[in-house]
């Protein structure tokens, strides 16, 4: 019996050493960061002269996706601060930036292939459309 524990914790030692070594010789993560605009093609109608224009739109109602470079799984979901920016932590790789809502038409936005190097940051923005039309979903280009 002791000896059977002895390999079972010599085979958890191994695998503890395996996974540190591992992530030791990972790339270190790149980062994400852009802005996202919001707009509305609908025009803006005032009921009365102290309703304004426009409003401020609630970034926290179109979270970015980051998803992978097929476009298939959901990697990071990011919401813009206040003021419309975003970051995030990725590893190196290839992915595509989209927003949630647009396959099902909500918003508009074309969706955004972007690479992410180690210990670099790229630069991606991301502007939206709120006109709502059926048809608004967006393919990716060269689909």
């Known amino acids: 019996m002791y000896r059977s524990l002895e390999h079972l914790i010599a085979g958890w030692a191994f695998l503890i050493l395996a ?5 030791l010789n990972a790339e270190p993560a790149g980062v994400l960061e852009g802005h996202l605009s919001i ?7 005032p009921t009365d002269k102290n309703t304004p224009s426009a409003t401020e739109e609630n970034y926290a109602d179109y979270p970015v996706l980051i998803l992978s470079q097929d476009g298939q799984k959901e990697i ?10 975003y970051r995030v932590e990725l590893p190196p790789g290839d992915y595509i930036l989209d927003v949630q809502g647009r396959t099902r038409g909500r918003v508009r936005a074309k969706p955004q292939r972007f690479t992410v190097i180690s210990n670099q940051t790229v630069r991606v923005n991301m502007d939206i459309d ?5 048809s608004s979903a967006q393919p990716l280009q060269g689909d």
């Open 130 to 134: 709120l006109g709502r039309s059926p």
């Open 39 to 45: 707009v509305s093609s609908k025009p803006v109608e």
């Open 76 to 85: 990071a979901r990011v919401t813009a601060d206040n003021n419309g920016n």
């Open 19 to 23: 996974g540190c070594a591992a992530s």
